[in-house]
């Protein structure tokens, strides 16, 4: 090796010794300088968010504003974009027939709930949802007032039963059903269907099934003369008038009794059942397929949240969450990667959206009782409890990651309260 190859391969390595011993030091520097800059943009965009930077001098829609305070000038801790979260029934049209009402919130409105659908319907006294069936699991919770529903299992066997306020029931997909509204008022509730972009207006209706169906077919499948289906409607019926029906116990007796009842139940008093969780802040029902068989792909959980009161910091690490707010005010942040967080807010017929596994939690910001439903297409309801997980973990990796020391993590509850 020649004295000039010798000479710069000693300053290379000098050169590489001085960079093995300043590298680690130099890194850290980055980093802090990187995260301090950080820091830095966040403060100033949390300082623009809540400063004079804020106001609007222009024009305003104040009344909108006033009901989502936290959506329009959301708080220091949002940050980037995330995926719609709330939609409302009351910004979609109604779709208004002769003994009541309809209208949706589907995947089209709300792109983001890609396996949930929600509908809003009313029947007054004696009107009918007509008789037909879907591709969907039909989920439905009664609202107000009273009805009577019917299904048929494919076997020909009938469940018959009647439904009031806080009751709810269930259709599995392709099973043909009835709704009809009971005195003194008729009723109201919400469906929930376990596809995204179902749309109630694509149901399969008796009506016009056989309005397409040639009479001479209809005759020889039936028995009866061709000249009787010259009465039917001839067109959708799908809402309509009717008479205020018998005793349940006539209407059974009628197509059978025992002999054709159904095995199975495909109704439930949600409201009216124990607690699965209470407390000072609120209660919670669950139901799913461990207290309600027939409901294998949609389960809930009914929400009372008191003022002040919170539903506690979690996720549903199987299933999106489809949520309908019944009453009260609330607001919800949720969190999604990569550094993505929004928080909205929530009014009685509002609809919202959790993706499946993430984070987030309801607070209560009204002075009345915040009532919501939370649904998900699954067999079982489940979340996990952001507290618990906490308490769960040995306190020096705790102490690791969130500074948190044993004393202060003992103060943190170690159960799951759901509300707080």
Not at 106 to 122: C, F, H, W, Y
């Amino acid at each position: 090796m020649s004295n000039h190859s010798k000479e710069r391969s000693i300053i290379e390595h000098a050169s590489r010794r001085s960079f093995l011993g300043f590298s680690s030091a130099a890194l850290a520097t980055a980093a802090f300088a990187g995260l301090t800059a950080s820091a830095q943009e966040k403060a100033s965009t949390q300082k623009a968010e809540h400063d004079h930077s804020s106001s609007d001098p222009g024009q305003e829609n104040k009344p909108l504003l006033a009901e989502n305070p936290n959506s329009n000038t959301p708080p220091p801790t949002d940050h980037g974009e995330l995926v719609p979260i709330w939609y409302s029934f009351d910004l979609v049209k109604k779709r208004v027939e002769e003994g009541g009402w309809t209208h949706e919130v589907t995947q089209a409105v709300l792109p983001s709930s890609k396996d949930i659908a929600g509908v809003n319907m009313r029947l007054t006294a004696g009107s009918y949802r007509e008789m037909h069936w879907h591709t969907a699991d039909e989920w439905a919770y009664v609202l107000y007032g009273n009805a009577r529903i019917t299904v048929m299992n494919p076997d020909g066997t009938m469940f018959i039963g009647d439904v009031s306020e806080g009751d709810l029931w269930i259709f599995p997909a392709g099973y043909p059903h009835s709704i009809q509204g009971l005195g003194p008022d008729g009723t109201e509730f919400l469906l929930v269907f376990n596809q995204g972009n179902f749309s109630e207006d694509g149901t399969m209706l008796l009506s016009e099934w056989v309005a397409h169906t040639p009479p001479e077919v209809l005759a020889k499948n039936t028995g009866l003369d061709p000249s009787v289906f010259s009465k039917t409607p001839g067109a959708p019926l799908y809402i309509f008038p009717g008479s205020l029906p018998k005793s349940l116990e006539r209407d059974k007796a009628e197509i059978g009794g025992e002999i054709v009842a159904s095995k199975y139940q495909y109704t439930f008093h949600l409201k009216s059942m124990e607690p699965t969780k209470s407390g000072k802040g609120g209660e919670v029902r669950i139901v799913d397929s461990r207290n309600f068989p027939s409901s294998k792909h949609i389960a809930a959980a009914l929400v009372t949240i008191k003022p002040g009161g919170m539903r506690e910091l979690h996720w549903h690490p199987t299933a999106s969450e489809w949520q309908f707010y019944i009453a009260g005010k609330g607001r919800m942040t949720v969190f999604f990667p990569v550094d993505n967080a929004r928080t909205m807010d929530f009014n009685a017929n509002d609809v919202g959206y959790v993706p499946a596994s993430a984070p987030h939690y309801i607070e209560n910001t009204g002075d009345t009782d915040l009532v919501l439903l939370e649904t998900m297409p699954s067999e079982k309801f489940s979340d996990v409890s952001l507290n618990q997980w906490l308490r769960r973990v040995p306190s020096e990796m705790l102490k690791a990651h969130l500074n948190i020391d044993k004393v202060m993590a003992m103060k943190i509850p170690a159960e799951k309260l759901v509300v707080i």
